[in-house]
């Protein structure tokens, strides 16, 4: 009674049912052998975790690109504007109401080449010199579909110099996004292949190390589950950790590309960041576990 | 409480190491199995813990036919038992509270009971003093009497030692033995195979000799020949 201590803990002890205080007891032990599974690995731990994390970093970083890469397509794929440049010696308001008959064509908005100029010798401090920028407009079609049609129609005028639009520059990244989810595809399945790998003969390892012992739990009556959990979780935990050294490096792939999303001010996807991570840590601790659950099937007959 | 009814094993190079043995061991018996190297005791104890199944034939204990026992049921099995080895099997790495205490510690009881139970079962083979000490700190005797603690600290109603005094000298092997006795007092069936003749005939115990994997000999109050 004297202990506050103590009392605290026989009240909490009352208001839990007895069955599930043995689980807990259980579940407390299962994590000290857990620990003492990892403890007793040593130094190899280091080794498996840092291999563990420079893949996932690779896997992370691929992952986090592509994200990037898909918004940037979607960002250019939805500018429904096309830039076109007019000749030096073509009238600017003709080509505008000539290009506004076009159907599709919402609106036309002309730029004089002496505000582009402006504009730009603002942005990037430009020295004194002659404006080599022609007159611009710049065309809002109604939808997506219809751009082609459009740049198309507008590309037969004699006044029109060269023109560009966004979607364009959109199918080229979209083009490139495509491979870069194929390498994102193909480096999650070397990294699954390797992690399984990995856990496999770091578990395998284990396992013969405590031959004996396993053996000799066995013989005692130790159920088939206690001696696998702790192996599995061992496999889990090297994923997991892995992952959360991955982080570090990670981060500055992340910093690189919100710089870029800055700059070209593409809005990035709410959560990105948090879903590679969060896809890092369920990918690492799964497939760590995975590659312990697979090795117990193969190394430990219980 | 054990009922053996035909039962034969052979190994996977064809040589049988029991042929249709017919035997019944009362609840609260104490019996020594004898015999010859490569008689079968071995096997016959691997039976009964379910190392081994049998060839044909049924192994009854408490009324449950363990011949066939799904896996996931056999560390049950060996919880209702307490197996003592030659080699004693401890756990290196642990003192000998720790392996006294690691099976039931697995199943989530009380340290509070736990330590009750195994300072009670360190007190029955006179170990209470070494407690905090590691196997390889002990001698063979008294690691053995650390395997015997380990058997009865569940509470189990059988207790199997094959050759439990194998690698001990008559002395040390004597206090294994009177150990055993004391336990099969409080009422614990306990099975002992053994070479030691000196042994069998100074407890003059149920006998069981084995010879070439048959039952050759079942005498009570018996000696070794
Ligand atoms: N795992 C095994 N595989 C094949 N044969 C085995 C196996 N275990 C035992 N045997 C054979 O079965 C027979 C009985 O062996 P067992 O170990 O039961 O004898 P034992 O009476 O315990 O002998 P010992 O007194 O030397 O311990 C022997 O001929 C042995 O060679
Ligand atoms: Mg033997």
Redesign the pocket.
């Known amino acids: 009674m004297s202990n506050p201590k103590a009392e605290i803990k026989k009240q909490v002890k009352k208001h839990i049912p007895k069955d599930w205080l043995c689980e807990l007891r259980i579940l407390y032990r299962l994590s000290m052998e857990t620990v003492n599974g990892i403890r007793r690995t040593g130094l190899g731990n280091f080794v498996i975790i840092t291999t563990l994390a420079a893949i996932l970093t690779i896997f992370g970083a691929f992952f986090r690109t592509a994200l990037t890469m898909s918004s940037f397509a979607h960002e250019l794929g939805s500018v429904l504007e096309i830039s076109v440049y007019l000749k030096d010696n073509a009238n600017a308001i003709v080509s505008k109401n000539s290009i506004q008959a076009i159907p599709h064509v919402v609106s036309v908005n002309v730029i004089p080449r002496a505000n582009s100029w402006a504009d730009l010798r603002r942005e990037m401090d430009l020295p004194d010199m002659n404006n080599p920028l022609p007159d611009t407009l710049h065309v809002k079609v109604d939808a997506p579909e219809n751009i082609e049609p459009v740049f198309n129609s507008v590309k037969k005028m004699s006044a029109v110099e060269d023109m560009s639009y966004a979607q364009d520059v959109a199918k080229k990244i979209e083009a490139l996004n495509q491979i870069v989810n194929t390498i994102t595809i193909f480096v999650l399945i070397i990294m699954c292949v390797l992690t399984i790998t990995i856990i496999n003969n770091t578990i395998q390892l284990v396992i013969q190390a405590r031959k004996e012992e396993i053996e000799i739990m066995r013989l005692m009556g130790v159920s088939n589950w206690y001696i696998r959990f702790p192996l599995i979780m061992q496999g889990a935990f090297y994923g997991f950790t892995g992952a959360l050294v991955a982080l570090i490096p990670i981060h500055f792939v992340e910093l690189g590309l919100n710089n870029m999303h800055e700059f070209f001010m593409v809005p990035l996807p709410l959560y990105t960041q948090q879903f590679v991570v969060l896809t890092m840590f369920a990918i690492g601790t799964l497939f760590g576990a995975t590659g312990s659950f697979l090795c117990i099937k193969k190394h430990l007959q219980v | 409480m054990i009922q053996f009814r035909s039962v034969t094993k052979k190994?996977?190079?064809d040589?049988y190491?029991l042929k249709n043995i017919n035997l019944d061991i009362q609840s609260g018996e104490f019996v020594f199995v004898v015999?010859a190297?490569?008689?079968?005791?071995?096997?016959l104890m691997k039976l009964l813990y379910n190392e081994e199944r049998p060839t044909s034939g049924t192994v009854t204990i408490g009324g449950i036919n363990i011949a066939n026992l799904s896996n996931d049921k056999v560390p049950n099995l060996r919880r209702c038992m307490g197996i003592i080895f030659q080699d004693y099997k401890l756990l290196n790495n642990l003192s000998v509270y720790d392996n006294v205490a690691y099976v039931i510690r697995t199943l989530g009881i009380s340290s509070k009971e736990i330590s009750a139970r195994v300072l009670g079962a360190l007190k029955i083979v006179g170990l209470f003093d070494k407690m905090r000490a590691t196997p390889a700190e002990l001698s063979g005797g008294e690691q053995q009497r650390v395997g015997i603690a380990r058997a009865i600290v569940n509470g189990p109603p059988l207790v199997i030692a094959d050759?439990p005094t194998g690698n001990l000298d008559p002395k040390n092997s004597m206090e294994i033995m009177q150990i055993l006795d004391q336990i099969n007092q409080r009422g614990i069936t306990v099975i002992v195979s053994t070479?030691d003749n000196a042994m069998v005939d100074y407890f003059r115990k149920r006998v069981i000799t084995?010879d070439n994997g048959e039952i050759v000999r079942d005498i009570q109050a018996g000696t070794y020949e």
């Not at chain 2, 190297?37 to 096997?43: C, E, I, L, M, Q």
């Open positions: 190994y996977k190079n040589n190491a015999g190297s490569g008689a079968g005791k071995s096997t050759e070479h084995l």
